[in-house]
C-alpha cells in the first residue's frame, strides 16, 4: 500500500491496479491534485476502501486476484463503501463489457491508456456528482427541525458503530432521552414553543457531544446519542450533565418572553461491550428503551442504566431494572 499526497482538504483517489507500471503513473498524475492511495490487487484495495473512505476509486477491470465487477459488487455491499463512486480502468472495447460495468454501478470508464486531460476530467466530472449524491442523502438523512440526523440515519450509523465495536472490542453505549411533558407544552402554550422546547434540547445535547459521538431525533420528543468507548456507567455521567444543565435552559415564548416552566428529561441508557454484549443493534436499543421506560415510572426527571440500580436524579433513586 503507498499513500502519497499531503493536505486534508484534498480529494482521495484509491487506485486498484495490478500493474506496477500504470499505477505509479496514475499516482504521479494525480499527487499533484489529490491525496492518492494505490494497491495491487484485490483484496488489499477493498481493505484500503473500507479503512480510508476514499472520494473515489480507480478500480481496474480485471484483476489477478479478482474480476473487477467482484470488486465492484463487494465495495456495494458494505455501508462503508456503497456510496463511494467507481471508475473502472480497461483496455476492453467490448460495448457489452462496458455496458455491464455501467449497469453493475460504475460511474464511468476509462480505456487505457488515456491522456491526462480526459482522466482528469472525468475524475472531476465524478466527483461532483458523488457530492452532489451526498448532499442529498444528508438533507434525507437530516431532521429539519433540529438539524440532527433522523431515524433513518440513527438506523445506518448504529449498525456501523456496533460492527465496528465488535472488530475493535470497545464498549458502545447508547443513550435514549425523553423530553418529559411535551404533549402538555403543546397544549398548553401551543406547538410553537413546544418545537421550541425540542430545540433547546437538540442544542444543549449537540453541545455535550464528543467529535465521535453521534445524536439523532428518535421521534417527536425523543432523541438519541451513540457513545463509541463508552460503557453505560461512563455513559451514565455523559446524561447526567444533559439532565442536570437543562435546568438552565430557558425557553422562549413567541413573543420573546420566558416560557413558565423549566425542561427535564427521562434517560435509559444501555451499552454493548463484554461484560454485557448484545446480540445486535435492535437488542441494544431495547434494553435502554426498557430504562427509558423505568424512568418514566419513577417519576421522570432521571437517569436509568439497564440492569444497575442507577437512577441519577431526585427525589429517589429508580430501582434495580
Known amino acids: 500500500m503507498e499513500r502519497r499526497g499531503s493536505g486534508s482538504e484534498r480529494a482521495l483517489i484509491l487506485i486498484i491496479e495490478d500493474d506496477a507500471g500504470v499505477r505509479d503513473s496514475l499516482s504521479d498524475l494525480l499527487v499533484a491534485k489529490f491525496e492518492v492511495l494505490a494497491a495491487a490487487d484485490a483484496e488489499a484495495g477493498v481493505e484500503l476502501a473500507r479503512e480510508h473512505r476514499p472520494n473515489l476509486i480507480l478500480l481496474d477491470r480485471f484483476l489477478p486476484s479478482g474480476d473487477g465487477l467482484s470488486v465492484l459488487e463487494t465495495l456495494q455491499g458494505d455501508v462503508r463503501t456503497d456510496a463511494v463512486p467507481v471508475i473502472f480502468l480497461t483496455g476492453d472495447t467490448d460495448e457489452a463489457t462496458l455496458e455491464r460495468c455501467l449497469e453493475r454501478g460504475a460511474v464511468d470508464f476509462i480505456h487505457k491508456p488515456a491522456s491526462a486531460r480526459e482522466l482528469l476530467a472525468r475524475i472531476d466530472r465524478a466527483l461532483r456528482q458523488s457530492e452532489h449524491q451526498h448532499r442529498l442523502r444528508v438533507l434525507a438523512q437530516t431532521d429539519a427541525l433540529t438539524g440532527l440526523a433522523n431515524f433513518r440515519a440513527l438506523t445506518l450509523r448504529m449498525e456501523e458503530e456496533f460492527r465496528r465495536a465488535n472488530r475493535y472490542q470497545y464498549p458502545l453505549s447508547i443513550v435514549v432521552i425523553d423530553l418529559d411533558h411535551l404533549k402538555a407544552i403543546n397544549d398548553g402554550m401551543g406547538h410553537d414553543v413546544g418545537n421550541r422546547a425540542i430545540l433547546a434540547l437538540a442544542s444543549h445535547l449537540k453541545g455535550n457531544l464528543r467529535e465521535s459521538d453521534f445524536a439523532a431525533r428518535f421521534g417527536g420528543d425523543e432523541f438519541v446519542a451513540l457513545l463509541p468507548h463508552q460503557t453505560a456507567i461512563e455513559a451514565a ?65 432521571r437517569v436509568v442504566v439497564y440492569g444497575a440500580s442507577m437512577g441519577v436524579a431526585p427525589p429517589a433513586v429508580a430501582q434495580r431494572h
Do not use: C, M, W
Request: glycine share 10%.
Open 237 to 301: 455521567a455523559f446524561a447526567e450533565r444533559i439532565r442536570a444543565g437543562l435546568r438552565n435552559v430557558v425557553v422562549q415564548r413567541s413573543d420573546g418572553r420566558p416560557a413558565p416552566f423549566g425542561l427535564s428529561v427521562s434517560v435509559g441508557i444501555a451499552d454493548h461491550s463484554q461484560g454485557t454484549p448484545r446480540e445486535n443493534t435492535d437488542a441494544l436499543l431495547k434494553a435502554a428503551d426498557a430504562a427509558l421506560y423505568v424512568a418514566k415510572r419513577e417519576g421522570r426527571d
